[in-house]
């Protein structure tokens, strides 16, 4: 049962994501029919201010024994730290360890994995933050594709606004759909979005470690609506079949077909978000024979179908 919720807040806190928190279990709904959730902010010395990262400050009215006896313990984003401190991680594995779920939103999961709450176990953050984490916590078995990880009493979320996703997730699971409805409507946003990060993630253009490839590539980029095969490459690299799919996984660190198939959907991505064109024709323009084909190649990549990621990032035509 959902009955009370304590937030960790230690400096270099990020409002945005101690916001959303505040936002969905803080904020008295039991007028709309939601149950009484009581929400407590929690720092190491209750009344001492806190830095955040955009230049307020952050007054916890509780220590840490604020953490006693919370249904959920929830650390929102900050400053990610060499070292946190010990009585917080301890903290934290009190909580879980009497059975309470503990939730992160974006980088709070690097104070989960310090506390060792993350230790073969799936789950996620920002997709920003990937490397390090996996750097940091290498037996975490961390997914960067989705919004959220429900592990039972451990949840984590990623950048931002999968915050709110991981938060009503939890409402849901634990108070029922009709609650997290309520408090979705008066937020105004969606209950439950579908896909995962993958689609607002950077999809790095592969690059060429030595030179003989790169007049290709470059050519390549300037033809994606032309049909090619790895003989009519090879051909134009005038080297054999073989040697030059060696050579191209060599120097780019994948196949052709699949370094095609990503600057392809690259493509279509600036099309989806620059243009009105429809989507035979941007499979057209990308070199995709078919939609059916751009739609499996782009939800492969980049995790939603060109529809919904129209819906998300189009930029709206300038008036005038």
């Known amino acids: 049962m959902l009955r009370s919720v304590a937030a960790v807040v230690l400096d270099g806190a990020a409002p945005f994501e101690l916001g959303v928190l505040c936002e969905v279990f803080g904020l008295d709904r039991t007028a709309d029919g939601v149950p009484p959730i009581e929400f ?7 009344g001492e201010p806190l830095s955040t990262s955009v230049g307020m400050n952050i007054v916890p009215g509780h220590g ?22 010990a009585e917080v991680l301890a903290g934290l594995r009190d909580a879980a360890g009497r059975g309470a779920t503990v939730l992160s939103v ?55 606004a999968a915050g709110i996703d991981a938060c009503l997730h939890l409402v ?38 030595g030179d003989s490839l790169q007049p290709l590539l470059n050519w390549l980029q300037e033809s994606l609506d032309d049909e090619h095969t790895i003989a009519s490459l090879a051909g134009r690299a005038q080297m054999s079949q073989r040697t030059f799919a060696r050579r191209f996984v060599a120097e780019t660190g994948t196949t ?22 429809g989507i035979d024709q941007i499979a057209r323009e990308c070199g995709f024979s078919t939609a059916a084909l751009l739609r499996h190649h782009f939800r492969r990549i980049v995790g939603v179908t060109p529809r919904d990621y129209r819906r998300t990032f189009s930029r709206p035509a300038e008036v005038g």
């Open 40 to 46: 407590r902010v929690c720092g190491q010395r209750p």
């Open 256 to 277: 052709p077909n699949q370094w095609l198939a990503t600057q392809r959907v690259l493509h279509a991505r600036r099309l989806l978000e620059d243009t009105e064109l």
């Open 106 to 160: 974006c980088s709070g999961a690097f104070m989960l994995g310090a506390a060792g709450l993350l230790d073969d176990r799936p789950c996620t953050t920002h997709w920003y933050y990937a490397a390090e984490f996996r750097r940091r916590f290498p037996t975490a078995r961390l997914d960067p594709d989705v919004l959220y990880v429900d592990d039972g009493n451990v949840v984590t979320s990623a950048g931002t």
């Open 64 to 85: 840490l024994e604020g953490l006693d006896g919370a249904d959920v313990v929830a650390v929102p984003a900050g400053r990610i730290r060499d070292v946190y401190p």
């Open 172 to 209: 849901r699971r634990e108070l029922g759909s009709a609650a997290a409805m309520k408090i979705a409507r008066r937020m105004v946003v969606p209950p439950q979005r579908d896909g995962g990060q993958r689609q607002f993630i950077d999809l790095p253009v592969p690059e060429c470690s």
